[in-house]
């Protein structure tokens, strides 16, 4: 396992049994070019799979697109999407330009909205595209326009909740596999790897803390799948490897110069943990819960630096130096609630210089969520949404 290039977290996939398999199955039915269709609760790897797999082709002789299917998506969409990508061979045929084929991803395949006549329209112009291999031109003159040299591959959830019955007959045109959930050894392996290319860059203090952090977690996440299940008032206590990888992408934000010891480093993990499992709780009964697991990991585990580790407050960001320009901003420890204060009382005046002014103040409540919200959205792809 090599970590990309760039650096970026989305693009991260630690090759796995399951991951291996259905990146081979994929590349061997896209060579005879067979469409492929993966099925799998959320969080088994599709769109990684697929997405690293068209990554990897060459740009000079694929072209592709990637349609992300929602309830609002109509036919024309899809038409639209794969036209813009086709240009006029010759007087009626059409493909992407010559010597290039044209590979569409489409996710999150079983979205769109059943009609009233129980069709599916994108899906149901997916089938002409696929068995006829062209579609009608939808401007006045209707013509059907043959198309060439295309591929077709799709990911979608099994139906349930916004998810729909596709039709079967379109379905019989892909080649469908199953995606299972990885194994707890392709977890422990998934999240070990990805911790060990990056502690590689920290102390060798730290660097041994990858696989014991890694089980605790994963302990972790056991716990709290089997204690804390979605119910109807707490619809939203899902959680899938996407929480894992959050966790761990927090974990990355580590650098050299703010983490130097163990405890540091469990202290970071610790609230990564928090942020990501505690913040989604809505009641105290199952905050207090969590918290305390944590901190009876910790204890257990890591019993050394315990004391270190727990202590709370625990507030970390990249915000400290905000105020002062040129100097990097780095993830880090901030300490207490004193020194965060006086980082945002200093923004605080600035912003009340320029614009109107916002008279805040800055209880120790306040602080925790503006740290919470701050971190999340410096993040790619970060998103957050405040209920209260
Ligand atoms: N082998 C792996 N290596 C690295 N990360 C992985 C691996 N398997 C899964 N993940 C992580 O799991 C998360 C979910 O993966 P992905 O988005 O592909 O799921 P999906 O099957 O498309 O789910 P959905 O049905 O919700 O779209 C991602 O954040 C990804 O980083
Ligand atoms: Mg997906």
Redesign the pocket.
Known sequence: FVAPPDGK??K?????V??VRSSWLLRTFMEVERPVL?V????????????TYIGGLNPEFFQQVTMNFSSRTSSMDLQRNIESSTEKRTKDTYGPPMGKKLITFI??FNMPRVDTYGTQQPLALLKTFIERKGLYDRGKELNWKKMLDLLQCG???PPGGARNNVDPRLISLFNMFE?QF?ASE?LEM??E??LKSHLSKLNEEIAGAAAPLTQTILQLYAFICERLPPTPSRFHYIF???D???VYEGLLLSTIDKFQSGPEFVRLWRNECLRIFHDRLICEEDKVLVRKHISDLVTEKFSAMADAVNQDPILFGDYRNAMKEGEAQLYEDLADYDSVKVVFEEVLEEYNMKKKNMNLVFFEDALEHLTRIHRIIRLDQGNALLVG
């Open positions: 977290f989305a991260i996939l630690v090759p796995t399951d991951t993966f799998g609760d959320s969080g088994t790897a599709k769109t990684v799979t697929i997405q996710d999150d990911a979608m959830g995606i990885p392709s998934i999240y790897t990805i899938n490897l996407r894992l990888s959050r």
